[in-house]
């Protein structure tokens, strides 16, 4: 069976704006419906779980109504952190996949769902990636800094995919800051992470600046 894990515990501190970022209209529609219908699309039977800040609940049931959106899903309690966000969400997860995805990518392509989830099938932990095309360089002191090889890096995207038994097991320990994300948590408990192709047009909307490159994408 396939799961997803739609984490929307964000505030939108980012974007300036008293409603959270997922709750925005991007072409008429909240981004958080758009990022259900991407899973809802892939896979018709998909048990879809939102981590959902308990405040937003309300207003969130709301929106359904408002919208007439329908497409099946499950609501639990977004915790202090990603991390406890995910927590809370694994006790709904039954046996299979489960794919842990921000809430606030919505242009997440049919192809990229089937890459990820066909491949964790084999490597049981699986990321989409995407080159850097700017130079980096590293910090290494208050005034000083270094050129590193862009090419030794990636930038990491959502869905993360995993086998279910593995996240949950990976899962079984209390919160360290060294958790950004689902990766790094397996990754800790000893599992390697296999990369994958990710999209440009797979944005995460945290910005104003985001907020307008997504209607563009749209269009």
Known sequence: ????IIVAGGKGLRMGNDLPKQFMVVGGKPVLMRTIESFHNFDKS????????????EHWSSLCKGYGFTVPHEVVDGGE??????????DLVGDGLVAVHDAVRPFASNELLHMCFASVKVH????????????????????????????KFRLVQTPQVFETKLLKQAYDVEFSDIF????????????????????????????????????????
Do not use: C, W
Not at 1 to 4: A, F, G, I, Q, T
Not at 49 to 57: E, P, S, T
Not at 125 to 135: G, K, L
């Open 81 to 90: 952190t990603r991390f406890h966000s995910v927590k809370n969400a694994l």
């Open 124 to 151: 049981q932990a699986v990321i989409p990636v995407i080159d850097v095309t700017d130079s980096l360089r590293e910090i290494t002191d208050e005034n000083e800094s270094k050129i590193v090889d862009r090419s």
């Open 1 to 4: 069976m396939n799961n997803v």
């Open 46 to 57: 998909i048990r879809i779980i939102i981590a959902l800040a308990k405040d937003y609940r």
């Open 180 to 219: 950004t994300d689902d990766a790094s948590v397996v990754e800790a408990f000893g599992h390697k992470i296999y990369l994958v192709e990710g999209e440009k047009t797979n944005i995460k909307i945290t910005t104003p600046f985001d907020l307008q490159l997504a209607k563009v994408i749209l269009n």
